[in-house]
T-cell receptor, first 113, second 114 residues
Framework: KAGVTQTPRYLIKTRGQQVTLSCSPI?????VSWYQQTPGQGLQFLFE???????NKGNFPGRFSGRQFSNSRSEMNVSTLELGDSALYLC????????????FGPGTRLTVL | AQSVTQLGSHVSVSEGALVLLRCNYS??????LFWYVQYPNQGLQLLLK??????LVKGINGFEAEFKKSETSFHLTKPSAHMSDAAEYFC????????????FGTGTRLLVSP
């Protein structure tokens, strides 16, 4: 079974631009979570989606948003990019809302210049 | 709120030596606990998980961890380190109800010397 896939793997943007990252969960998984990883803040939870609805949200500004489609694929969007948004963005999928394990994709490395 | 503390940002061992990575947690309810490994330029790979069954949990690549409620610990061990074990390891906790986020520790970089 294929793992979690994320596209693109690498992205370079400039301040003020917006960006959309994509995540395809493991086949049959219905829950998708997003995390931001930076050297300074470590791994921080962004949000979780299940059945096309955001179920949980971390402490990030409204510039960070996401959505989930009926096939469980998810996108996250960051508008008005800031230098501090440079990070590895990781997507994780799990089977159901109560499934204990989350399986991570390889991440999208976003660099904001 | 739940939290995780990983003691030691870097741990160095020789190949063949015991690996011990420390993790202590704080949680208001019995938690789920996880260890993930991250190799350079890659995502996180689940090594093992504790979900309130057996307290000694065996994972992939010869790793295991023991849940000790009295010590609020979930330390990761491997009897004999291999060069390929060099990576960053993250301990994580979550509350076992729906839609609860993973809370990660700050990570421990394992260095393995020949």
């Amino acid at each position: 079974k294929a793992g979690v896939t994320q596209t693109p793997r690498y992205l370079i943007k400039t301040r003020g631009q917006q960006v959309t990252l994509s995540c395809s969960p493991i086949s049959g998984h219905r829950s998708v979570s997003w995390y931001q990883q930076t050297p300074g803040q470590g791994l921080q939870f962004l949000f979780e989606y299940f059945s096309e609805t955001q179920r949980n949200k971390g402490n990030f500004p409204g510039r960070f948003s996401g959505r989930q489609f009926s096939n469980s694929r998810s996108e996250m969007n960051v508008s008005t990019l800031e230098l501090g948004d440079s990070a590895l963005y990781l997507c994780a999928s799990s089977l159901e809302e109560f499934s204990p394990s989350q399986y991570f994709g390889p991440g999208t490395r976003l660099t904001v210049l | 709120a739940q939290s995780v503390t990983q003691l030691g940002s870097h741990v160095s061992v020789s190949e063949g030596a015991l690996v011990l990575l420390r993790c202590n947690y704080s949680s208001s309810v019995p938690p789920y606990l996880f260890w993930y490994v991250q190799y350079p330029n890659q995502g996180l790979q689940l090594l093992l998980k504790y979900t309130s069954a057996a307290t000694l949990v065996k994972g992939i690549n010869g790793f295991e961890a023991e849940f000790k409620k009295s010590e609020t610990s979930f330390h990761l061990t491997k009897p004999s380190a291999h060069m390929s074990d060099a990576a960053e390891y993250f301990c994580a906790v979550r509350i076992p109800t729906g839609f609860q986020k993973l809370v990660f520790g700050t990570g421990t970089r394992l260095l393995v010397s020949p």
